[in-house]
Structures are given as C-alpha cells and as structure tokens.
C-alpha cells in the first residue's frame, strides 16, 4: 500500500512538472467540480474505451463538449493524460479534433474535447442494427470526402507540424464525424512525438489495435516502426470503410472465414463484379476503385513500399489510371490472423 501511494504520488508530481514545463498551453485547466457541473454529474454517456469513458457535457457558453474521463487504473503513470494533452494541444488542422480543456486533479483526469453530433465513424460502418442517428448507410461519396479527409489529417501529424506526431491507433472508431459529417482524428494516447529528422523510431512492446497493427510493430524482421506504420492502419481502415456491413454483398457460406483484402484483391485480378452496394452513377465507381486501390497500397507489408499520406492525397484526388494495382501482401489472406 505503501508503494502504491509513493507510486501516485510520483505520477502526480511527473504530470504537474509536465503540465509546468511543457511551454503556453492554449487550453483551459478545469477543477474537478467544474468538470461534474459540465456533465451534470456524468449523467450522458457518449461511449466508451480501453482508457476511460466518454460523456456529453456543456460548457458555461452553451457549447456542447465531450469529456474523456480517464481510468486510473489504466493509466496509472499518466501517459496516456500527458500524451493527449501534449499531441492534440499544438495542433490546429480541421481533420484533427480540438482539445479544449482538462482536468487534472489528484486521481481525477479528464479531457474536454469539442462535440461531434455524429459520433465515432464505426458505428456507420459496423453497426448491424439502425438507430434514428444512424438511420441509413453512408453513401459513397460521403465514405470518399471521409477517407481524404482523415489522410490529410494524418499527412498533417506526419509533415504539418513542428514536430513529427506518430498516432498508432487509427482505426474507425477514433474517428469521429460532425454535423457535416467532417471527420476528425481523436484519441492521441498511444501517440509518439518524435522530430522531423526521425525516420524511425524505437518502442517498447506493440501498440494499437489487433486488426490495424502494421506488422512491423509486432516484428522488426518486416521493417522499422516509422509513419509508415499509421499508413498501414490507414489502409485497413478504408477497407473496413468499403467492406463494412452495410456496403458490400459477399456470396459466401461462411463469411466470417473471409479476410476481406484477400477477397477485394482476387476479384481485382479477375476483374469481376465487387458486389458493393448502392453504387448509383460512374462517379461513385470511380471513387471507390480509388479508395480500394489507395487501401491496398497502403497495407503493403514492406513499410518502404507504401505510399506516404501525401502520395494518398494525390492517389485520391488524381486519375485513376495513373493508379496502378498493387502487388498482393503475401499476408493478405485468412492466416494474417496469426500474426
């Protein structure tokens, strides 16, 4: 119990040093009581993750906020709390959600994050069961403006900032979506702040989420650990987006056996139907092989082999048939899951 306290304590100390030195932060410190007061007693929850919890809460000015209220118990040395502030405080991007205040305060911490009225972009593309929020599935162009969006936000931690920021844990639910349905990256706990200088970078231990895990962050024999590795999560990510539950028919007895790349790759070599739903006009076609093509590229196993988030803009935004099919991942298939 001892150990316990002098550990707490410690961690205390380590974040107000932290809080003290790390220069002019441009967002507001919140007591705890204000922070209760703006939740109305976390009565709202928004949702939740490995870190904490998430409420709907409302500022003195009317805003709507979100209020990441984080577990101890998880984050018992404060990184994840040192990490978001530090990321998400010196960024301005419209791709990047904006942190707005936090709350440290003995073994309480929180973060107050701008509201998003549509939620986590998962819940679009996953979600089995229609809410009145979510009454109907994304359209195409809506999945396209979506998947440019979050790449420039990602080519903006990678090249727009003063510092490299690494995120490690892109994937749809750390996406979330506004009114206008603008997608923004969130959840920075698991970032790394690295120089521009670095191309790659140490680590201790996996970090992320199994299914969007670049394989050379499970193993050094694929490669270094680099941006490269939020390129990789990016790709599975707008393969989910395309394959998702709403968007794609697949005529299999036992679908759960199918690693959708595998399958989205063989009907590209046999140039067959994709099968995908509500695709309405050219347009949307086109888009979508664009989306396909760009997430293929960017799951490459060699990390030199993948496209950097500026090389996807111009994947996305330019002509198709400057896109080339890429070579298939020799993991591509149902065994990737042993990894």
């Not at 359209?139 to 979506?146: A, D, F, K, N």
């Not at 993948?306 to 994947?315: A, D, T």
Request: with cysteine; aromatic share 10%; glycine share 8%.
């Amino acid at each position: 119990m001892k150990f316990l306290w002098k550990k707490k304590s410690q961690t205390h100390k380590n974040v107000e040093a932290f809080l003290k030195n790390y220069g002019p932060l441009q967002v507001r410190r919140y007591s705890y009581l204000e922070v209760k007061k703006m939740t109305n007693s976390f009565i709202e929850k928004l949702g939740q993750g490995g870190f904490g919890v998430v409420f709907k809460g409302k500022l003195e000015n009317g805003s709507l906020v979100a209020v990441k209220v984080l577990n101890e118990s998880k984050d018992d040395d404060g990184e994840e709390f040192m990490n978001e502030v530090a990321t998400i405080s010196k960024t301005s991007h419209v791709n990047i959600v904006s942190l707005l205040g936090f709350c440290f305060e003995g073994p309480n911490r929180a973060l107050i994050y701008e509201f998003m009225p549509n939620g986590s972009l998962e819940k679009f593309i996953f979600d089995q069961k229609p809410t009145e929020e979510n009454s109907s599935p994304l359209g195409w162009e809506t999945l396209y403006q979506i998947s440019l969006g979050i790449a420039r936000g990602l080519e903006y931690l990678h090249r727009g900032c003063n510092t490299r920021i690494l995120h490690f844990d892109i994937k749809p639910h750390n996406i979330l979506l506004d009114a206008n349905f603008v997608p923004k990256i969130t959840d920075f706990g698991l970032a790394k702040i690295c120089t521009r200088k670095e191309s790659l970078i140490s680590m201790m231990g996996p970090r992320g989420t199994a299914g969007y895990i670049a394989p050379e962050i499970f193993s050094r024999s694929f490669g270094g650990v680099s941006h490269k590795s939020d390129v990789y999560s990016y790709g599975m990510m707008v393969l989910d987006m395309i394959g998702g539950k709403n968007n794609v028919n697949i005529k299999s007895e036992n679908t759960s056996d199918i690693y959708f790349p595998h399958w989205i790759y063989k009907r590209l070599e046999l140039d067959e139907e994709l099968g995908l739903e509500r695709i309405m006009n050219e347009e949307d076609s086109v888009k979508v092989k664009k989306m396909i093509m760009v997430g293929l590229w960017c799951i490459q196993i060699v990390p030199s082999e993948r496209p950097s988030m500026n090389e996807v803009i111009e994947m996305l935004e330019g002509i198709l048939t400057f896109t080339p099919i890429p070579p298939r991942p020799f993991l591509s298939s149902p065994d990737h899951s042993k990894l």
